[in-house]
């Protein structure tokens, strides 16, 4: 897949494509299935398949102090988009100026004098154009003037009529419902961070955890004890993870903290990312180490049982 920076990094010559656009934060499985018929579209009409989507998020930059909880940091969105066989992704900053396109020429100079779009693929409430005042309804429109057709992504409903939707995943993680998460992403939220170093102690309790320092807006799961992945270069850890302020030992902080099983060695400085596949039961103040330690080694029980069976 080529990664441009901007439209004007498409290169030279680029014929046309089948365009999607969006922010596409999680790449959830409404994403998921809108790039994979924009891949298809374009395979079918032998051009290539365009994801543009924006950096940073556009709320951001509308509205000051507005931006929303990330699912997905940029590398992982692009990887993820990749594996969906899409041929290029299109970063377009945004920035205030850019904001300020009106609609048609936020579609002459992305999707047709850059892009060469034969066929834009969009979601119902698609929305672009300075204070968002483009439809579709006058994407159409303007595709009849500039020779692009207009198709509707497929539209993939949750359990319970929930449309997916990344303010809908983003409430699950906030809930800590990241069963619910990953049942609308296709697979488990993911948080990345670097290791750093906490107060010493979980290796005194008999369990050291690796406390991770995420991203300013990364959506970390409620406070809790939760089943997951720790996801170290190419191997997948077990991990019995505690998000809280340690209540116990009457801490401020808030953190995340993951105690791999079956693992010795240094995490520190290391990046790592953390899958959250069940979520285990609240945090709590203890009386003490011993009954703490004796409802650790009962969570790190039932990891070890929900990872192997699932
Ligand atoms: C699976 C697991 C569950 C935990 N549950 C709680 C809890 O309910 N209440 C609490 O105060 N701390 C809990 N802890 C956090 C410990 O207090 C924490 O790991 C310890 O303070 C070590 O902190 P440190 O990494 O800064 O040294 C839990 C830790 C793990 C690994
Ligand atoms: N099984 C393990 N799970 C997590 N971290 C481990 C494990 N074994 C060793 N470590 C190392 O120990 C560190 C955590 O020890 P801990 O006493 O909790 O210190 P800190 O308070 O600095 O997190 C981790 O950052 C990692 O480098």
Redesign the pocket.
Known sequence: MQRWRGYDAVPGGWGRSVVTIGVFDGVHRGHQATIGDTVKRARDLGVRSVVVTFDPHPSEVVRPGSHPAVLTEAARKADLIEALGTDALCVVPFTKDFSRRSPEEFVHEVLVEHLHAAQVVVGENFRFGHRAAGDVALLRRLGRTFGFAVEDAPLISAEEGTVFSSTYIRACVDAGDVAAAARALGRPHRLEGV???????????G?????LLSGRYAAIPADGVYAGW?VRRDER?M?AVSIGTNPTFSGSERRV????????????G?RLSLDFVARLRETRAYQGIEPLVAQITEDVDQTRGLLRAG
Do not use: S
């Open positions: 290791v750093v170093r906490g107060d010493q102690r979980g290796r005194e309790l369990f050291p955890t690796a406390n720790l850890l991990a903290e993951a105690y791999a099983l079956d693992f010795t060695g240094d995490l520190y290391e």
